[in-house]
């Protein structure tokens, strides 16, 4: 049996498609970051055409999910096991290797535009009620190239359930310094609490 993929008519002329999705590019001054509509993720993030965190070309997939956000949880759940008001819910196993579910429900769920300007893009996505994890829940992320020219973005997690949803949201960044050995350089957080995993 042969079959051939044939291009999709309603795509417009023109119109390029990409390993993550559509590709939101925003410059200001001499900054320059690309979000991805999958997973709202952040593909390139650079000042005066230094890289400040890891990129990869826009026909690849994120390598080691590189730059994804984290919705509604981040790192690893063990075994998928979880309790919610004393009752066990089983996630889908995500990292086979590690038996664990990981970095949530929305690394490879495509994001709708909800806002867009020149500095700015603003996208969300949808978590279904499902096993594991009971709750209808909106995942907002805006970035935003600041007047500094630094790179501010903003996760929201609105609860459309009938009950509280617990989530916690994360990011996946890989910074990084122009050519810079990572592991001679040291990131400060002002920070006053300090969760600590398993």
């Known amino acids: ?4 993929a044939t291009p999709d008519a309603s795509i417009p002329s023109g119109f390029q498609t ?9 410059r200001r001054g001499d900054a320059l970051a690309v979000v991805t509509e999958l997973a709202a993720g952040l593909r390139l993030y650079s000042r005066a055409d230094v890289q400040l965190t890891e990129t990869y070309g826009d026909a690849e997939i994120s390598p080691g999910a590189a730059g994804i956000t984290l919705a509604p949880w981040a790192n690893r759940v063990e075994d998928g096991v979880w309790y919610l008001d004393g009752k066990k819910q089983q996630l889908d196993i995500t990292e ?10 929305l690394r490879n769920s495509a994001y709708t535009l909800v806002d867009e300007s020149q500095y700015s893009v603003t996208l969300e996505a949808t978590v279904f009620p ?39 949201l994360g990011a996946h ?17 002002a920070a006053d609490t300090r969760l600590v995993a398993d």
Do not use: C, K, W
């Open 96 to 105: 086979v290797s590690r038996n664990n579910a990981s970095h949530g429900l």
């Open 1 to 4: 049996m042969t079959s051939s």
């Open 130 to 168: 499902q096993h594991g994890y009971p709750f209808l829940v909106r995942h907002r992320v805006q970035y935003l190239l600041a007047e500094d020219l630094g790179l501010e973005v903003r996760q929201t997690l609105i609860n459309d359930s009938n009950a509280p949803a617990p989530f916690v």
């Open 173 to 189: 960044p890989y910074l990084r310094l122009g050519e810079a050995d990572v592991d001679q350089l040291t990131l400060t957080v």
């Open 18 to 26: 990409y390993a993550t999705g559509r590709q939101y590019e925003l």
